[in-house]
């Protein structure tokens, strides 16, 4: 019996076999490459629903793979039974010890891709990394910072802790500018100046409504934080509209002399937290 099943495996993987194996991965590998291109560039065409076009690419990409391993197992190899008890008794303990790491991470990125937590485009917090998804594949999530650096996360480390998803999947998102001024500035006024800062934003989507919000706070001595919140009109551009309001709100505020400087000596200049 030992000898007959030997025969199996070595009949399972000649060479006829293998190259035909690499044909389907090849194909496979050349099928999910060709999508991803094609996607993308639907996505460039139509930049109004880039999230969405790009978010059905892990869903696709599974697609193909699961049917290549199809292909595989039941077309090429087609092993007979005792042949699949033999290997899953002899190796089934070893490979799962071995690979126990990247068998978790491969069934949470199969979650993930059925029950998203994100979409390839949004903005999120994940653990202490922020930044744009720019990749979900079945072991590790690829997040691109505002530094242009690809922080790659286990799949397994994502589920396990709390995801802050800033847009969920649309193409507007809530940004929140902070700056802080002395206690006694006018606050009518300087909110004022703060929602015309944020109105005439050329990234500001306009749509949205504008909120302008103040709360007392203390560093050494008693301030005013206000905070700009509005939407951005792309994700990508979430820092440039925090930049430019904030720049176009202390260019007024300078104008009509309500710079802590100006406005009182000792105090600490507008800062953005």
Not at 133 to 139: S, T
């Amino acid at each position: 019996m030992q000898t007959n099943l030997l025969n199996e495996l070595v009949e399972l993987f000649s060479a006829a076999h293998l190259i035909k194996i690499a044909l389907v991965l090849a194909a496979a590998w050349g099928a999910a490459r060709v999508l991803r291109l094609l996607l993308e560039r639907l996505a460039q065409k139509f930049n109004r629903y880039r999230l969405q076009i790009t978010g059905v690419f892990p869903v696709l990409r599974l697609a193909i793979w699961t049917g290549a391993v199809a292909v595989i197992l039941f077309v090429i190899l087609h092993p007979s039974k005792n042949v699949v008890l033999a290997v899953l008794a002899s190796s089934g303990i070893a490979v799962g010890l071995a690979a126990q790491d990247l068998i978790r991470n491969v069934l949470a990125g199969i979650g993930m891709t059925f029950k998203p937590l994100f979409r390839v485009g949004d903005m999120v917090q994940i653990g202490e990394h922020y930044g744009e998804v720019a990749e979900v594949d079945l072991i590790v999530t690829n997040l691109r910072t505002f530094e242009d650096n690809v922080v790659a996360i286990p799949n397994a480390e994502v589920i396990k802790q709390p995801v802050s998803n800033a847009n969920r999947g649309a193409l507007v998102e809530m940004v929140v500018v902070e700056f802080v001024l002395p206690a006694g500035v006018p606050v009518q006024r300087v909110k004022s100046l703060a929602w015309r800062a944020a109105v005439s934003s050329p990234y500001t989507f306009l749509k949205k409504p504008i909120e302008v919000l103040v709360e007392d706070h203390f560093d050494y001595t008693f301030l005013s934080r206000f905070k700009v919140k509005a939407y951005v009109l792309d994700i990508r551009f979430e820092r440039l509209m925090a930049s430019d309001i904030t720049e176009r709100l202390k260019t007024l505020l300078h104008k009509e002399r309500l710079l802590p400087g100006e406005y009182l000596r000792g105090t600490t200049l507008p800062q953005q937290s």
